[in-house]
């Protein structure tokens, strides 16, 4: 079992910033595709962004292309998203996901281990 805890979501203004940090334990890190997802109040779970395992290539959905990096430190078990330029459509809870031998976006996504999530506020 892998275990992911996020931090670092609160409330900012259109334009602000945020860094949300997941750290996980229990597996070796370096075995795990990581991502962000998030989920807005009356809506589905929807894919932020992903790293493949071992540091490798990003992906990120259209509407944050741009605007937000994901980045993994190994050693460190830990996977960032760092938000910039938030929007107000940016509110949501955001999940931290791991998957093993495939891509965190590979359906089921059931199949991933989720942490409890992080509130991300952005208003005026």
């Known amino acids: 079992q892998v275990q992911l805890v996020e931090s670092g979501g609160g409330s900012v203004q259109p334009g602000g910033s945020l860094r949300l940090s997941c750290v996980a334990s229990?597996?070796?890190?370096?075995?795990?595709?990581m991502g962000w997802f998030r989920q807005a109040p009356g809506k589905e779970r929807e894919f932020v962004a992903a790293?493949?395992?071992?540091?490798?290539?990003?992906s990120y959905a259209d509407s944050v292309k741009g605007r937000f990096t994901i980045s993994r430190d190994n050693a460190k078990n830990t996977v960032w998203l760092q938000m910039n330029s938030l929007e107000p459509e940016d509110t949501a809870v955001y999940y931290c996901?791991?998957?093993?031998?495939?891509?965190?976006?590979?359906?089921?996504?059931?199949?991933?281990?989720w942490g409890l999530g992080t509130q991300v506020t952005v208003s005026s």
């Open positions: 229990g597996r070796t890190f370096s075995d795990y595709a």
């Open positions: 996901a791991a998957r093993a031998i495939v891509d965190v976006t590979v359906a089921p996504l059931e199949d991933n281990y």
């Open positions: 790293a493949r395992r071992g540091g490798g290539s990003t």
